[in-house]
């Protein structure tokens, strides 16, 4: 027998003896908790556009991200223009896209595209990442991205400033609709990396003391019109 | 008294006392407190919540065969290989092969207590290869050669002066109080070791049977980009990790977050569904599946207990729990501490070594309390006690017990004890604490309270016989 029918088989042995229901030993446990969609447990969303906009910017906010409501894709270009020469990026990573295209080509810096791959000392060496995302949600203030919409695995994690073009009818209430989104865009091919990013990289290692930028980025900036 | 009692015993003497340790924890902890009581309070209903997750695990350990099949076929069918340990052993073997064959020299490790479980840092190492731990407390206890003291916080026990003495010894940097100077230092070191490590190498909190993914929550992205750079990676997931559907996550990543660091939701939390796939940029070129048994079938043949499986690693309970806040996390001697590891220690590395855990409580019911998806905790201690007791018999306690029995069946021997010891207890500060007192493991750091010179039952017969 290989391994693999080993472990099932003992898996069926032990199940062949059923366990009690949860709850058994808690006599408050009521199942109805079972049958109600999860939304319904989780943190309030409002029910306005504007009450979850104002949801998503507090959230993001308190994560340390930045938020930035735009008029207009020109305004996207200015925003990032002030940013880059703020902190002196020399170069720039992105990912073709719709909006990325837009942004990018007019920041004027020499730009890695990890479309068609890329070196990973340059990657490393770029002062931003630009990436589009699938969603933005209010209830977490998270930012959803796969491989297919942020430019592969590295783009948003390896640069030290990561930068999130969005569009405002990207955003969500909260994480059961985010779900839905991806099942519903993907069907049953999904890209081979999908994440929620929650404000920058951060650690509270030493002494439970916050420090951003632990492997990650140490900014996480949203720009969205 | 087996080794590992002993040494449990002396160790948590010694750290009960220590005074520097309980600060640093004691800080930790309350920190901790503050912000899940936030998190939990944003929930619109955190118990239904827990009610919930629990349900949906019960669901998923009940029914693993089916759910192990799935998500193995899912995994497969887009290019992942799954392979499948009963043992540490095998699991050692499998990992060491794949190493071996990709002809890889250095290894990218971000955290997995599976891989303690199975002590795979020391055998990779022992077979020649550079192994570095990238999540940053993981990072510290491996440089100071140590196991970590926390499941979710590694390095909870060290100050920072302690952190940037270990940083200038061994990494040759300048000293610094600041916990943001030292997280750069370890930035700088690690940021080369992934760019040239062969192998990456990940654990993993969930197990999606519906897609075939593998859920990976974490702060720092030093997982994020082990599953990125590396061009083999390899992923050690224990056989009870699996969730059904791929939607159960909605609650499970909040709740891991909020129970395990008292944030909403936790920076990163990745799903990954296979190696590169064709038209993608970047990830690795191969991924390999480990799905570890390591006795983990032998608990879930007990119906009893089987819910401990239930368990999300969280870390909640050693929070929670007042015994693992006074001994604190390396007094335990296991990879998994607190109460959770109390629980299945027994059943994972053998009844009679470890039955002491089980008296390692309070039986407070704090961790039943806390558990975010329910597991019976303090409950399943005593269910430990007793089946220690019934598969080994210790002779003395058993005449105890019947003695015990005896005296307290009967009215006229209960009297006489209660009177005989009102008598003797005066005498008692003059052996307290020597090896003549016969409660000696009691009384060294306890008061006995003083007996009542009167009976309740002397007394209300006076009462009465007044009236």
Redesign the interface.
């Known amino acids: 027998m290989?391994?693999?029918e080993?472990?099932?088989a003992?898996?069926?042995?032990?199940?062949r003896?059923?366990?009690?229901?949860?709850?058994a030993?808690?006599e408050s446990?009521?199942?109805?908790?079972?049958e109600?969609p999860?939304?319904?447990?989780?943190?309030?969303v409002g029910n306005s556009f504007e009450e979850r906009l104002a949801l998503f910017k507090s959230?993001a906010e308190g994560?340390k991200a930045v938020f930035h409501m735009v008029k207009d894709q020109e305004e996207m270009v200015a925003r990032l223009g002030t940013i880059r020469d703020a902190e002196g990026w020399k170069r720039a990573a992105t990912?073709k896209g719709q909006l990325t295209d837009a942004v990018a080509a007019k920041l004027g810096l020499p730009t890695i595209l990890?479309?068609?791959?890329?070196d990973?000392?340059s990657l490393?060496q770029s002062g931003v990442g630009i990436t589009e995302c699938d969603a933005l949600i209010a209830q977490?203030?998270?930012v959803l991205v796969t491989?297919?919409s942020a430019?592969?695995?590295?783009l948003s994690?390896?640069p030290p400033h990561h930068v999130v073009l969005a569009r405002k009818e990207q955003l969500l209430a909260?994480?059961?609709g985010?779900?839905?989104l991806?099942?519903k865009r993907y069907g049953?091919s999904?890209?081979?990396?999908?994440?929620?990013?929650?404000?920058?990289?951060?650690?509270?290692?030493?002494?439970?003391?916050l420090?951003l930028?632990?492997?990650?980025?140490k900014k996480l900036t949203i720009l969205c019109f | 008294m087996s080794g590992f009692a002993t040494q449990f015993k002396t160790d948590a003497t010694r750290l009960t006392r220590d005074l520097k340790h309980r600060t640093?924890i004691q800080?930790?902890m309350g920190?901790?407190n503050v912000v899940r009581k936030k998190s939990a309070g944003?929930?619109?209903?955190?118990q239904?919540?827990r009610?919930?997750a629990?349900?949906?695990?019960?669901d998923a350990?009940?029914?693993?065969?089916t759910h192990?099949?799935q998500l193995?076929a899912k995994l497969e069918a887009?290019g992942t290989k799954v392979?499948?340990?009963?043992t540490g052993v095998?699991a050692r073997k499998i990992i060491l092969d794949i190493i071996a064959e990709k002809k890889a020299r250095s290894i990218i490790k971000s955290k997995a207590m599976t891989a303690e479980e199975i002590h795979l840092n020391e055998a990779m190492e022992k077979a020649g290869y550079e192994v570095v731990e990238?999540?940053?407390?993981e990072f510290?206890v491996q440089l100071r050669k140590e196991p970590p003291y926390h499941i979710v916080?590694?390095?909870?026990h060290?100050?920072?002066d302690d952190?940037s003495e270990l940083f200038t010894k061994e990494l040759g940097s300048a000293p610094t109080r600041e916990?943001?100077e030292?997280?750069?230092i370890?930035?700088r070191v690690?940021?080369s070791k992934y760019?040239t490590a062969d192998v990456g190498i990940t654990g993993a909190n969930f197990a999606i049977a519906e897609?075939g993914?593998i859920s990976i929550t974490e702060?720092?992205?030093?997982a994020?980009?082990t599953?990125?750079?590396p061009k083999t990676m390899i992923t050690l997931v224990g056989?009870e990790k699996v969730l059904p559907h791929?939607?159960d996550?909605?609650?499970f990543?909040?709740m891991l977050a909020t129970a395990g660091?008292g944030?909403?939701?936790?920076?990163?939390?990745?799903?990954?569904?296979?190696?590169?796939?064709p038209g993608?940029?970047?990830?690795p070129e191969e991924w390999h599946v480990v799905?570890l048994?390591n006795h983990r079938?032998?608990l879930?043949?007990d119906?009893?207990q089987?819910?401990a499986l239930h368990c999300i690693r969280c870390g909640a309970c050693l929070n929670a729990c007042p015994i693992y806040k006074n001994v604190g996390g390396h007094t335990y001697g296991t990879t998994y501490q607190g109460p959770i590891g109390s629980v299945i220690t027994p059943h994972l590395r053998g009844l009679q070594n470890w039955k002491h855990l089980s008296f390692a409580s309070s039986l407070c019911g704090a961790c039943t309390e806390t558990c975010p998806v329910?597991i019976?905790l303090h409950?399943h201690l005593l269910q430990n006690r007793r089946n220690a007791a019934a598969e080994k018999p210790v002779w003395w306690e058993k005449i105890a017990f019947k003695g015990f029995a005896f005296v307290a069946n009967r009215r006229w021997t209960w009297r006489w004890g209660i009177r005989v010891g009102s008598w003797l207890q005066p005498l008692h500060p003059l052996v307290k604490g020597t090896v003549l007192d016969p409660m000696r493991p009691w009384t060294k750091t306890r008061e006995f309270p003083p007996l009542a010179k009167e009976t309740f039952k002397d007394y209300w017969k006076k009462r009465n016989d007044r009236a």
């Open positions: 290989t391994e693999r080993n472990i099932l003992r898996v069926r042995e032990a199940l003896n059923p366990a009690p229901r949860p709850g030993h808690d446990h009521a199942t109805e908790a079972l109600q999860i939304s319904r447990w989780l943190p309030k959230n994560l990912h990890t479309d068609a791959g890329y990973v000392n490393e977490t203030g998270s491989s297919k430019g592969g695995r590295a994690v390896l909260d994480l059961p985010a779900f839905e991806l099942t049953t999904y890209p081979s990396f999908i994440s929620f990013i929650t404000g920058p990289s951060r650690t509270g290692d030493i002494e439970r003391i420090v930028g632990a492997h990650g980025p | 640093l800080t930790a920190k901790y944003e929930f619109q209903d955190w239904s919540a009610r919930a629990s349900g949906i695990k019960w350990v009940n029914h693993l065969d192990l099949e193995t887009r392979h499948w340990a009963s095998q990238s999540d940053l407390g510290i916080f590694p390095a909870m060290l100050s920072r952190i916990p943001e030292l997280t750069m370890a930035r690690l940021r760019i897609t993914m702060n720092e992205g030093n994020r980009l599953a990125a750079l056989i791929m939607a996550l909605a609650l990543l909040p660091t944030q909403a939701l936790t920076c990163y939390n990745s799903m990954y569904g296979g190696p590169r796939q993608e940029c970047d990830g799905l048994d079938t032998e879930l043949a119906a009893e089987r819910d329910k019976d409950h």
